[in-house]
């Protein structure tokens, strides 16, 4: 395999994204991973991910001082069971809950029932809530909800994101 582009042409992309919507076990998953069954180390690929759960630089922060300011957070994760693998490294849950996870929901972003349900569980209008997302069509989706979004590109951008909704937050 040449690139990551290389390796989409061959995984199955399906399969990913019914362990996402927890449609399917891990053992499945890696089974089914690429689209001529090959066999891999799939073990080998969660064992490297599992090391590479990190921080993103000035995330802690913030979300530490959102969290001391007040605001409730929320995740809205379109992640598989591997999810806890995160929360024992990194500890979000002190700051941010683990709210809204695509494999215990059974759908994920962007289709719209996600927002929907996030609305009613929580109870407040879609205006008052912000999504940060890496994906551009997952923050589409929201603000098609009523929702304010913005795509993450770093702690400093996403602090100045927030300022335009009147939040201050510290990511130093």
């Known amino acids: ?15 990913w994204l019914a362990f996402e919507r927890g449609e399917c076990t891990e053992e ?8 001529d069954r090959r066999e891999w180390d799939g073990k080998g690929m969660v064992e490297m991910l599992n090391e590479e759960y990190r ?12 969290a001391e300011q007040g605001y409730e957070q929320h995740i809205l994760s379109n992640y598989p069971v591997w999810w806890v693998n995160i929360e024992e490294k990194l500890r979000l849950s002190r700051y941010v809950k683990w709210s809204f996870v695509s494999c215990q929901e059974g759908v994920r972003k962007p289709d719209s029932r996600i927002y929907d349900m996030v609305q009613e569980r929580l109870g407040v209008p879609p205006s008052s809530l912000i999504l940060v997302d890496d994906s551009a069509s997952n923050v589409k989706a929201a603000e098609g909800n009523g929702w304010r979004g913005f795509v993450f590109e770093g702690a400093e951008r996403l602090s100045a994101d927030l300022e335009e ?8």
């Open 1 to 15: 395999m040449e690139s990551v582009n290389d390796l989409y042409k061959i995984k199955d992309g399906e399969a």
């Open 28 to 35: 499945e998953l890696l089974r089914d991973f690429f689209l």
């Open 55 to 66: 921080w993103l630089p000035g995330m802690e922060a913030m979300v530490k001082d959102l």
């Open 165 to 172: 909704c009147g939040v201050e937050v510290d990511c130093a």
